[in-house]
């Protein structure tokens, strides 16, 4: 998946500022379970929050974003505060719910 580009960050993030967050990050951090709860959001929404609710840390929030890109193969689009935008494209052209501009594939 290409990287996205900061246009479509931003469209990507203005579609998102009317969503509740739908997977919450604790005080155990990412486990097995969190990112399995990602992964069927991801697969039914495209576009999630996430909320972490005891990283106090700017850091920890960093380290913990860039786990969940990695162990998800998704994108985080922005961070606000506590919460996270995450975004992947699905797999099956007929499922995807977000149409990304400038997005040929």
Not at 88 to 102: E, F, I, L, N, T
């Amino acid at each position: 998946m290409p990287e996205l580009s900061g246009f479509q960050r931003k469209y990507l993030k203005g579609l998102a500022h009317r969503l509740k967050p739908v997977v919450s990050i604790g005080q155990k951090g990412l486990t097995d379970s969190s990112i399995a709860a990602i992964e069927d959001a991801l697969d039914t929404h495209e576009l999630i929050k996430i909320r972490f609710l005891d990283m106090k840390e700017k850091a920890q929030k960093a380290s913990a974003a860039h786990d969940i890109e990695t162990a998800c193969s998704c994108d985080v689009v922005g961070k606000v505060g506590h919460i996270i935008i995450v975004y992947r494209q699905h797999a099956d052209p007929k499922k995807r719910k977000v149409s990304v501009p400038g997005r040929t594939d």
